[in-house]
């Protein structure tokens, strides 16, 4: 075992370095012969067991990693044939099968003690820098197809701001992941028509589309995507991705039963959604982010936000993103987002068909 000491998180770093380097008797593996074998299951960059070896900044892996790593380590047969590879869980002997218990009960009593490191689920929405985070949502008094209730009138004595608020289902879901894993730095909701110079210098969240967020519109100019939001007649119920390449133009829609969209005044029954989540730097300040959680409806919204937010698939999806866009500060994915009986389901990025498109704007992996 490790020597204890240093920063919450950091004996279990040691821990899965000593197992890299000496799991096996007279066996050094390299970080890519091991991140390959434990890919199997998922992918896994090699430079991802580099984060989580690194006892000085420890980032603890998602729980389904570590069981990996006991599966791995609870048998030399995982280095049969030259190439180390994980044994079927099935295949273990009854002995192998209690050395993985073993090991995998150690790995996660070792992630509990780091109780003081961010959880790796919060990873995505911690900021380390505590600076100020705002959220910038729709605004309903834009739109030309919600009627909006007295309610939110602010001559009503029972006027609710949020009653003329876009995307509500997704603004509680990343509230309070934001609050959890920032609990010191303020976060300010408000919606696109009341951001002011101050907010803009912040860490910025953009909640929806064009069509009742002015601000999305402006800052996706910025940033310079190969993603825009475009109307399509097709389409009268929300503006539409387009993939902008530099002989072509991809276009991305929604699906419906029996492929009818209906009107902006009766739409048709959804069945896929698509969303859209993009981090960058903030084009106003460089040293804070930009993150979008967009989508063609607010179901695509929604589900955006709900891939790193939901505990059923955000651990993965986080992971997913590490995987693919390592370090980086500066990428864009497309994603299909399900509708099932009126429920908008968590996508989950590694499920096949998921990702419509992805891409890094910063080989740097700044």
């Known amino acids: 075992m490790a020597e204890p000491g240093g920063p919450p998180g950091a ?34 960059a090699d430079s991802t067991l580099s984060s989580w070896e690194n006892d000085r900044k420890p980032k603890p892996p998602p729980p389904n990693r570590l069981r990996a790593y006991a599966r791995f380590f609870a048998t030399e047969r995982s280095l049969e044939g030259g190439d180390p590879h994980l044994v079927p869980l099935d295949e273990l002997t009854p002995s192998e099968d209690r050395a993985r218990e073993e090991l995998e009960l150690e790995l996660f009593e070792l992630r509990d003690d780091a109780g ?20 910038i949502c729709s605004d309903l008094r834009k739109s030309d197809q919600v009627k909006l209730g007295p309610l939110s009138d602010e001559d009503n004595p029972n006027y609710a701001e949020l009653y003329s608020y876009g995307d509500l289902d997704a ?14 730095t303020f976060v300010r909701r408000c919606r696109a028509s ?17 069509a009742w967020n002015d601000v999305t519109r402006r800052l996706i ?3 310079k995507l190969p993603v825009r939001q475009v109307e399509d007649e097709k389409i009268p119920s929300g503006e539409v991705f387009e993939v902008v390449g530099p002989n072509h133009v991809e276009p991305f829609l929604p ?7 209906g009107t902006a005044e009766n739409p048709g029954v959804l069945l896929e959604d698509v969303g859209m989540l993009a981090r960058l730097p903030n084009p106003y300040n ?34 997913y993103l590490e995987d693919t866009f390592p370090g980086s500060r500066h990428f864009v994915i497309l994603m299909k987002v399900p509708v099932l009986g009126g429920q908008t389901i ?21």
């Open 346 to 366: 968590s996508p989950s990025l590694r499920s096949p068909d998921t990702v419509l498109f992805e891409w890094s704007g910063d080989p740097r992996g700044n």
């Open 221 to 223: 100019d910025m940033g």
């Open 11 to 44: 004996a279990l770093a040691r821990r899965l370095r000593d197992l890299r380097l000496r799991g096996f008797p007279g066996v050094k593996l390299k970080q890519l012969d091991l991140a390959r074998a434990l890919s199997e299951d998922q992918p896994v």
């Open 171 to 184: 603004l509680e879901a990343l509230l309070g992941h934001l609050h959890s894993a920032n609990p010191d």
């Open 116 to 135: 003081g490191a961010a959880p790796a689920a919060n990873q995505f929405w911690r900021f380390d820098d505590d600076a100020p985070i705002t959220v």
């Open 194 to 210: 009341e951001v002011s110079s101050e907010d803009l210098l912040n860490h910025l969240v953009v909640l929806g589309g064009i």
């Open 255 to 261: 699906r419906w039963r029996e492929d009818d969209p």
């Open 286 to 319: 460089a040293l804070r982010t930009l993150t979008y959680c967009n989508g063609i409806h607010s179901r695509g919204v929604l589900g955006a936000v709900r891939c790193l937010t939901d505990s059923a698939v955000r651990d993965d999806n986080e992971q």
